[in-house]
């Protein structure tokens, strides 16, 4: 396969991956970390009326959803790269990060989870995808 279609390929693969574990995580974490009784979590309205609410364990869940999507897109991304497989994975992170930038905009968070996400959960979290992919240095 042409290399540069297969890099083109890792992204579109590795974004998919990383969004449908980060979707499966957020769908799920209701079951591991309850939401405050009463509230609705499932529209964006209920969310905001039920952040005042929110504690900071109800923030674990969404912080693991961003983190671990974004390492499993940039690893299933680099995996697949045929070159500059560093580049490929914070690809993957550029663009999970602009979804956690889109978020905050939309969602009302404290400012502390809105840092520890946005420097925490996506480039962070792209290099190791890439490292743990078999990635030995990044690419100039």
């Known amino acids: 396969m042409n290399p540069t279609i297969r890099n083109i390929l ?12 980060n ?14 009784a009463g509230t609705d979590l499932t529209t964006a309205e209920g969310l905001k009326a039920a952040m005042h609410l929110m504690r900071p364990i109800h923030f674990l869940m969404p912080f693991l959803a961003h983190a671990l999507g974004t390492l499993a897109g940039a690893y299933v991304a680099a995996i697949i790269a045929a070159s500059h497989k560093m580049k490929i994975a914070l690809v993957i992170g550029v663009v999970s990060m602009a979804g956690g930038i889109a978020g905050v905009l939309m969602y009302p968070s404290p400012m502390w989870f809105n840092v520890l996400d946005l420097v925490g959960a996506y480039i ?6 890439a490292k743990l992919a078999g990635e030995k240095k990044a690419a100039a």
């Open 10 to 21: 890792a992204v579109i693969i590795g974004c998919l991956a990383g969004g449908c574990l």
């Open 23 to 36: 979707l499966e995580i957020v769908m799920n974490s209701s079951f591991f970390v309850p939401p405050p």
């Open 124 to 129: 962070p979290m792209a290099y190791l995808g």
